[in-house]
């Protein structure tokens, strides 16, 4: 079962600290990361991603993040990524950025990764994501505090989205998010804390880090075939025309 | 008739953020600390938690508990954010049900 670190925040720019965090990720023997380039970068060149890949020996996978404020800018931004070869996520506050988000093919995940973020997760979305086989992220981040009562704050809200989004099965994973380098866990690590902490099934939790993350990156790779007309439905090359 | 309890033995390795000395008794204190802090009394007194075997300068441990607690002592390892001040890593490596294997481990991954 390979398990996955579904967001690492990097700068591409510098190949250097990308290298150092990557060895790092080796050392705590995450063998799946999906790096997500901190600039705004809008198409990641095959050089650069052969050069990262060159760097080291974990699977390497790409996310890019919009961060949107209104749904003006979420229906202009989203017009540059159709048919995008990496998986698109989108993390606002808005309701209506989130529910026209969770409706739209293109976007794959709707990511929750802060308090207030969790807080705001709504029936709809989920509903929304639950018929467009989209997902959702839940980031174990707000977790790694010190202070206990932000702390405990933080998992109920987990506990709670969490729970809401299984009731509703609705797809989903878990990722670190961790802006230090010395928060960082290993994916088996997180989930005993997901399921000891936050109350997740083991199964589920495993999930969450593993088969969900992989059925992502397959639909972002569907997205890419032609032959593939829609969730199970693919286009045999061959055949006779039929009348 | 009682069943006997099963056992299970962790390797962990720790990772410093700068070449820094603490002591066994600290280590231990920290990882106590983080299974009190999530977990409590109730847990605790299940887990039945020895410490086998600890190199800090090869910076590495293992430790014996109940087989009810493996995802308790995981995720209570992992919550351990410093020693002293210095953030550390507490990362497990493996777990097995017999000292003579995760010895066996332990001597592979040392090499």
Excluded at chain 1, 20 to 25: D, Q, R, V
Excluded at chain 2, 14 to 37: A, D, F, G, Q
Excluded at chain 2, 100 to 108: A, D, N, R, S, V
Aim: charge should be positive.
């Amino acid at each position: 079962m390979s398990l996955f670190e579904s967001r690492l925040r990097v700068n591409l720019d510098n190949l250097i600290e990308l290298e150092k965090k990557l060895k790092f990720c080796e050392k705590l023997r995450i063998k799946n990361i999906i790096l997500e380039p901190q600039n705004d970068i809008i198409k990641i060149n095959n050089e650069l991603k052969q050069e990262i890949n060159d760097l080291t020996s974990i699977n390497i996978y790409y996310r890019i993040n919009l961060k949107i404020e209104n749904l003006k800018v979420f229906k202009k931004k989203i017009q540059l990524y159709h048919n995008y070869p990496e998986i698109i996520c989108v993390e606002s506050l808005n309701p209506d950025v989130q529910i026209h988000a969770a409706r739209d093919s293109r976007v794959d995940m709707i990511s929750y990764a802060n308090l207030k973020l969790t807080k705001s997760l709504s029936k709809g979305v989920l509903s929304l994501v639950n018929q467009n086989n989209s997902f959702i992220e839940f980031t174990l981040a707000p977790i790694m505090i010190e202070n206990k009562t932000l702390q405990s704050k933080a998992i109920r809200n987990l506990y709670r989205a969490i729970k809401r989004t299984i009731h509703s099965k609705s797809n989903y994973i878990i990722s670190g998010d961790f802006s230090n380098i010395y928060d960082l866990r290993n994916p088996k690590a997180l989930i005993s804390i997901c399921h000891t902490l936050i109350g997740i099934p083991l199964s589920e939790a495993r999930k969450a880090f593993s088969y969900n993350v992989l059925n992502l990156i397959n639909r972002v790779q569907n997205r890419q075939d032609n032959m593939i007309y829609e969730k199970g439905v693919r286009l045999i090359k061959g055949d006779k025309e039929i009348g | 008739m009682v069943k006997q309890e099963r056992k299970r033995y962790i390797l962990f390795n720790i990772i410093n953020e700068t070449p820094h000395r603490y002591n066994k008794i600290e280590l231990i204190n920290v990882i106590w600390n983080s299974i009190w802090r999530y977990y409590g009394l109730s847990v605790v007194n299940k887990m039945g938690l020895w410490i086998i075997d600890l190199n800090l300068e090869k910076n590495y441990g293992i430790i014996k508990f109940s087989h009810n607690s493996k995802e308790l002592i995981i995720s209570a390892l992992s919550l351990v954010r410093e020693i002293k001040g210095k953030r550390v890593i507490i990362t497990p490596i493996k777990t097995s049900g017999t000292i003579k294997k995760i010895k066996k481990i332990k001597k592979e991954i040392l090499k």
